[in-house]
Structure formats: structure tokens, C-alpha cells
């Protein structure tokens, strides 16, 4: 990555220091340096080159050739050429460095207080590109002449702003406004202290930020953190806060090494750490979580409106209303009406929309739980070539798409729900973007074997168009291959793919999958045994369908659910049941996390996506381990031709839950149980595959092992079992990691 990053300058004060002549040049995803100068000096030149690279470049290969001197007298750098082929590597946004902040709060420099400042080495870049090359008159910053001062620095190979392209000052760069909820500007003096102001008398504000909106108040007020869930129809799912500093962080969560790290890394994403016992932050903000979801600072505009507020924690959401794409353009008086009370907001516009990146880390490693700003359109190594230029569509939650080329697959930024048509207009004009920025034609494209999917439709149109050929992918097979990929892996593997819902080969629900294979091929060799999802997508929505289905899987009586629920509704969920009536069938881990959390009391019903597994997961970590559920495994013959799969049968656990309920054992213990019984689970059946077909890989993958206490002790199992396991590090184990496999899989296919 030597683009958008101080990288030639860099190269400038280098030639400069070893008095060599030349140039040096931006040519596609490359740098081209000629030098000349005493063979000394030359030499350590390229010694020197790839060691002290600025905080943001990084070098995959130097490859240099002997050259007949031209008689140079000065090193100079030429202009970027927009021509040419080849994997331009482009920037995410970079959090605020720490020159730029000194700048920001000191009182003598011409940016004091300045909400836009940033250099090469820090501040927007995928969020404000339009074209490639990168270069400010192909950016969101081409309408901001720059002012001889900072047109000075920008010209200056010494400076920390030569060709930083967003640069800005206050005389001549983007400016803030404070606007009230119909639009119109507020009169103020300085409108950063009165947001500031309004937040702290219990305000809902909505601020631009780096890749969209972000609504805030202050986290310590109940009454404005319910009042903004009652506004953005936003029931339970947690918010996140964002604080000042380091010292904050640790005040109110408890905070590893890695996490620390995380925090103040130049991605900033949200962090998700475990809530402190005394905490100031108000309990709506992660209702009945253990964790909360922590950023610091990352914009200059962050940093000074922590400030404006005293310092106080305020919560951070995404400037949408539910479920919708967030806010990012100047209708964002028009989208958040009714939600904001004020707008904090300015004239440098955002082209790409990117929500805040999501991470947490389990036993010292990052696991990603959201990648985006920050994270993205940086590149994932992969242990193969792809043959041809492939593009990749992912699936139709969290999405993501990717571009594979050569041993680099470009894994877009998060693009949600394709559901909502905004969203999915952005994931159309940023496959088309992202082509652009790296240089790419896709000359073939994959998608989810899902016929429904939004991007399985855009992959059937697009190929049609465009003659390219089309290869679709089965959703856990694209789980494994993703999980594969990131880690280099190459041989054949067992895969662990535990999720909510993929589309199966057999026309069912899979999500508690045990494959066998590699990115050519893959085999179901055990899977959880199928039971019914009565009402279909309801039964996501209410976790208690779930549990009567494996109580009547399990030849128990709906006794247990009895006090909960209608009569006359269990009657109707039994005949469905009994019928298969709108009652597809399931193998979903994802389910019967549902299933056991109904059970136990934990909830009946959900408003969020895996809100009922996490919130067993945290019953689960605080109590330590005791004894584990009973299942059987079986063996059936299942698909065309007939192979042999082993079948977990859930019945036995199903009446064991069923039984400590019953016997008025706690929520928690049951919990606890519950995931020692999966761990057990894996284990055992990883062991019968490792008998029967001599593997000894284990790959986990799927939005189950976003459950930090499951992969932990998974991990820990099946290493002391003698497996070599691989998890998640780079990309999220849920459908946000899916095009990456779908990608790996057509690449191994094509080749
Ligand atoms: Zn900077
Ligand atoms: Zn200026
Ligand atoms: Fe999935």
C-alpha cells in the first residue's frame, strides 16, 4: 500500500539523504523509483527503503534493474498517471495521528480547533474517493481550493502534508454547521459547544461523520438513551459509546493489552469489552449484555466535540431509523426527522457510506465481528492465484462483496441488509466503484446458492448482461472456505460452520453444519438433526416456536411453555408441527441456541438478530462449568448418490433442558451447560470424522462463533484432542465473511 500514504514523499527525503537524483512515480498499484547516484549510496537506498516506512505503507515486494545513469542532477516526483493496469491498492480511513492532534489543541497553530485537519499520515480516504487514481481532484475535497498556505505544504516534499489530498484548513476547507431538525442553519457563534451544550441537557443530536451519521446523546442519561431506542424503533439492541481516552475506557470496562491496541490503532473501530461493575453508562444503553461496544475519538470533529461535552461518554449509534442504511447526505434532515433534535453537520461530502467497524477478542486475537471503516478496501493476502479477475457477491445480511485478483481478494466495506433498496443501490454503485479503484474487470462472478438473495439475483442479471459466467456457491461451504482463506489454508479440512440460516443443497435450512473438504470441494458428513421452523421466519423473530418444535421433536410436552403462552397458539404451532405446515426444516445451530434460551426463560421472543444466543452467553460466562447435556449420534443415508452422514440427534439434550427447567435449576447453570454440551458436541463428532476420514483440520466458521466463550473452548478442546484448529481473525465469521469464501472457492475451481 503506497498510495494516499506519505509513501513518496518518503522516498523524496530518503533520495535526498543519500544525495541521489532521479524520480520517483506513482504507476498503477505501484511505485516506480529510478535513483542515481555513488553505488554506495545506491545500496543503502534499497537497504534502507522497505525499514522505515511511513505508519500507513506497506511493501509486498521491491524488485529493482541496473540502469545506464541519465546524468540527473535532483530528485524530483512526478504527477500519478491515471492510465495503466494493475491492483491499486487504496486506504481505508485512518483515525486522527498524533501530530494532527497535537496541531488540534494548540492554541498557536493556524488549524487550533480545526474539525477537518488531517495529513498523509491520517483522516479520509475510501470514504471520500470517486475515481481512481487518488488524488484530490478525484475526491469529495475537489470543490475546496486550497489557500496558498496549505497549497505551500502540499507542495513541500519535507512537509507531513505533501499531496496529502484531503488537506484543509480554516480558510479554506469544509466547515461546520449546526442546523435544527427542520434543516434550517442555527445562529451560533460556535456551533460545536452548542451541540455540545444541547447533548448535555439531554438532546439527541445527529453528527456527520466519516462515513455517515452517527446519532448521540449523553450515555449517562436513561432518558435520552430510551428516548432516542423509542425514536429509532430501536428496542434492545446495544449502542455504542464512544469516550475521550484510554483512561475513560478503563473506568468503566475492563481492558486487555490487545483491546488497548485495537482502540488506538488507525482502524478505531468499536471495541467490544466487558462492562465494569461501577459504570456511569446508563443501563439502556446494552441492556442485559455484559459487554459494551467502546470507540475512541476518530475524526478531529470526535475528538473536539468529547471536549465540547466535558469528557462525558456519549453514545454513538448509526444515524439511521431501525434497520436502514445509515444517513450520509445532505437528506439526512429528511431521514432522521423526527430522531435528531439538532444536526452537527458540514459541506465536505461523504461518497462511499461506511458504518464503524466492529471487533472483540477472544483468548488474545482479534475476532471481527463487523468490517469497515478502517478495515476496508484494505486487501486479504490468499494462499492462491486467482487465475481470473473474479468478483464475489457475498450473501444478503451484512453484506459484503470482494474482488480477487492475483493473491488478493479487496473485501468491501459492510453494506448491510440488501433487504432496503437504498442499501442495495449502494452495493450496486460500489461493486462498480470498487472495480474502478482497483483496476479490476471481474471476467466471471460467484454468489450464495440462496435463489432469493438479492445478490445471487444481481449475479444471475450481471452475467446475463455481460456474458460473464456465473458459479454459485453453497452458503457453509463458503463459510469453510472463508474461515480456509484467511488462515492460508490449502489442504483438505474438517469445517465447523454453526449459523442461523443458509440455503442447503437439499432445499432446507442449514446452520449446525460439519463439512468435509476444501475450495474445490465439500461433503455434509454430519449435520444437527432436522426439526421444524413453524412459521418460517417468525420462528427467528420468536425463539419460543423454536422451543415447542424441539419439545415436540423430543416427545416432550409443551408443559414448560404452558404458563407463557395462549392455549389455543400452541395448539395451532402443533398442528403446523405435526403437518409441515409453512414449517420448513432446520438444522440451524443458530435455533436451537433460540430453542435452549426459550427454554431456560431467557426470552421468548427477540428484537435483534442473535440477541438470545448472546444474552445465553452471557449467563453462560458467569458461571463456572459443570456437567454437559447427553446426545446421541446416528447414522443416516442421505443425498443423490446415497453417502453416509452422521446425525446429531438433539432429543436427549432437548429433554435434559427440559428436566433442570423443571427441576428450577438456574438460568445461568442451564446456560452454562448448554455450551459445554456443544463443546462436547464438536468435539465428539470432529473425532468420529477424524476416524473416518483421517483429517486432522479443523476450520470454524459462522455467525455462532461470534460466541466468544463457545470458539474459546472450542479452540481449547479440539487442540487438546490433538486437531490443528483455525478460527476467525481478519473477516467476520458471519455472512459479512462470505464473499471472501465464495471467492476462494471459484478461484481454487477456475484454476
Ligand atoms: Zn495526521
Ligand atoms: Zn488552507
Ligand atoms: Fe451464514
Known sequence: MVQGVGFRPYVYSLAARHSLAGFVRNQAGRVVIEVEGEPPSLDRFLAELPARLPPLATIEHVSWVRQPPRGDHRFHIEASEATGSGSVFISPDVATCRECLAELFDPGDRRFGYPFLNCTNCGPRLTIIIRAPYDRSRTTMAGFVMCAACRAEYDDPSNRRFHAQPTACPACGPRLRLLDPTGEPVSTPDPLASFGQALLAGKIGAVKGLGGYHLVCDARGSAAVAELRRRKHRDEKPFAVMVPDLTVVGSLCEVGPVERALLLSPSAPIVLLRKGTFSPIANEVAPRNPWLGVMLPYTPLHHLLLRAVG?????????????????????????????????????RPIHVRCDDSVTRVVDGVELPVRRSRGYAPRPIPLPF?????????????K????????????????????????????????????????????????????PDYATSRYAREHSVRSRKPILSVQHHHAHMASCMAENGLTETVIGVTFDGTGYGTDGAIWGGEFLVGNYRWSRRAAHLRYVGMPGSERAIREPWRMAAAHLADANVGFGLLEARCLQDELAVLRKMLDRWINTPPTSSAGRLFDAVAALAGVRDRVTYEGQAAAELEGLAAGVPPDTSYPFELGEEWEGEPPESVLIVDTRPLVRAVARDVAAGVSTARIARRFHSTLVDLIASVCGRLRETTGLGVVALSGGVFLNALLTSEVCMRLGRDGFRVYRHRLVPPNDGGLSLGQLAVAAARDG
Open 399 to 450: 453484506a459484503t462483496f470482494a474482488i480477487g485478483r492475483d493473491r488478493h481478494a479487496f473485501l468491501s466495506h459492510h453494506l448491510g441488509d440488501l433487504d432496503h433498496y437504498d442499501a442495495y443501490r449502494a452495493f450496486e454503485q460500489d461493486v462498480t466503484l470498487y472495480e474502478q479503484l482497483v483496476g479490476i474487470s471481474p471476467e466471471w462472478i460467484v454468489c450464495d446458492l440462496h
Open 385 to 397: 492465484d486467482c487465475p481470473r479477475p473474479i468478483l464475489s457477491v457475498g450473501g444478503q445480511f
Open 311 to 347: 469528557g462525558v461518554p456519549l453514545v454513538m449509534t448509526s444515524g439511521n431509523r431501525s434497520d436502514e442504511p445509515i444517513a450520509y447526505r445532505d437528506d439526512a434532515v429528511e431521514q432522521l426527522a423526527g430522531i435528531a433534535d439538532l444536526f452537527l453537520t458540514h459541506n
